[in-house]
């Protein structure tokens, strides 16, 4: 085994791109090729389909846990298939949960999300840290147990995150304490490379809080989302990044809407062409990260 | 169709108590007469059995969904399962997922947890708010067009509650803060009673702020968790109840470990008397909060 933080920057060299592709199975976006709208069907259909171009063009994949829960319990299964699918197609899997509880209910999600069959055996997960540091404990000692990562939301991309992640605390904003109540736990999961698995989530439409967040804590991979549709630029979504012998490094940048559902493939009438205008929507997003990365 | 916070209220008046009964399926302490430890089977048989029982003595069932989906997509499977029996048992549910995300995910997470078929179509889902009030919108949305409830997470009532939760936001904790951000949101779920489905979750271990939230969310009912193995007594985990013509009243209050762990259940040899002791134990916690709530 290799520490996740080491298996995670290795993918992003050996690929040449920090690009992190987003699983969001939007129901309505799922083109007819499929099957029927809404089914689970074609929610299993087109995660495989999407996770086979994803394998060639980006190290990781970020599925979106409530998208298939709103499929119910035939949905849940379908995601914990597109973590086994993408893991064997040699990605890094980010599970984007975002659980958060206490005790032995967070040790639950603990082994749902990280643990082997039949939980998600997911290679990182993202949680909350509204409840405090004994609620993200369990999820950090079974990634330093079992070389998997954690990514905790610190300051995400959403409008709402102002209303508490900015309000003020002793002259910092709130997230400025949730990374430092987090980086104490990062040496835990440090690899070889020197980058730690504990990750940090910061959200791609604020570049100068993404450079902040970097001196918070220097060890710490990103984990950036909002990037393409949530319209932050290549160099925006950088921002957190640090530049040493390999260019430009430190986290992977995530792109769902614009790589999965662009105006190409949804207008495409047959497999092929999905698979051609997905093709073509990756590899863009895969240049124009490589592009940021090495100037 | 009765607003969420009429029926939970109605459920409370009508049982005598405000006890909520946690489904929280430890599968080290599910006793073997329901099956071979860690199996579903035995998960499925003890979660029937408990709701079967708790149907006589409380109005209320909590499911913790993360005991659950540890044991994977069955385990899903199981618990949207329980909250149909418990719903036809005639029980309210508020499924305690602790879910928060953004935009479509969150959507996504409120089809799951509050739509129907294949959702869990819960009666309530515990929120959490630190992606802001864009995160908590969706559930309230739903809560307000289909007679739902959402328990949004103020100050809860692990250790840990304290790293984030009572930091000092201009002089107020920045629970406070939480609970004024959302309290404009609950007239949209009061119901004829006057109480809101818009609830709070506020641990028992700590009564003095409970009645703090009670001022700062005078229609909100709460939800206290903590009651029993936890720690707190009957009198403190109704300290955010209001004295009203039908006694001291204003949420509900979950015990878990007590009531479905009681030693008498543990070492039980057959199913009768296991029923026999989890009976006794939720009788003796649905009493002991009747009394808290008279006096």
Request: aromatic share 6%.
């Amino acid at each position: 085994m290799t520490a996740f933080a080491d298996r995670l920057i290795e993918g992003v060299r050996s690929k040449g791109t920090p690009l992190c592709i987003g699983l969001d199975p939007f129901p309505d976006k799922i083109p007819a090729v499929f099957g029927p709208t809404g089914s689970v069907l074609a929610l299993q259909a087109f995660s495989e389909n999407l996770i086979a171009i994803a394998a060639q063009h980006a190290a990781v994949l970020k599925p979106q846990l409530g998208f298939f829960e709103a499929y119910g319990p035939d949905g849940f299964a379908v995601a914990v298939d597109a973590v086994a699918r993408a893991k064997l197609a040699g990605m890094a899997v980010i599970l984007d949960a975002k659980r958060g509880d206490i005790g032995s209910t967070a040790e639950g999600y603990t082994r749902a999300c990280l643990g082997p069959a039949p939980g998600f055996d997911a290679d990182c997960v993202t949680i909350n840290p509204y409840l405090g540091k004994d609620s993200l404990e369990p999820f950090i000692a079974e990634a330093q147990a079992r070389e998997k990562g954690v990514a905790v939301l610190v300051r995400t991309s959403n409008p709402g995150a102002r209303d508490l992640q900015d309000l003020n605390v002793d002259g910092a904003p709130l997230w400025h304490r949730v990374a430092e109540m987090i980086e104490p736990a990062a040496p835990r999961l440090v690899g070889a490379s020197g980058w730690s698995g504990l990750m940090a989530v910061a959200g791609a439409t604020y570049p100068q809080e993404a450079r902040a967040l970097r001196a918070l804590m220097p060890r710490s991979l990103l984990l950036v989302p909002g990037y393409g549709a949530q319209g932050a630029s290549a160099a925006d979504a950088a921002a957190g990044f640090v530049t040493g012998k390999y260019g430009r490094e430190g986290g992977v940048i995530s792109s769902s809407r614009a790589v999965a559902y662009p105006p190409a493939a949804q207008a495409a009438k047959t497999l092929e062409n999905w698979r051609a205008a997905i093709s073509d929507a990756m590899s863009t997003a895969a240049a124009e990260l490589r592009a940021a990365c090495i100037s």
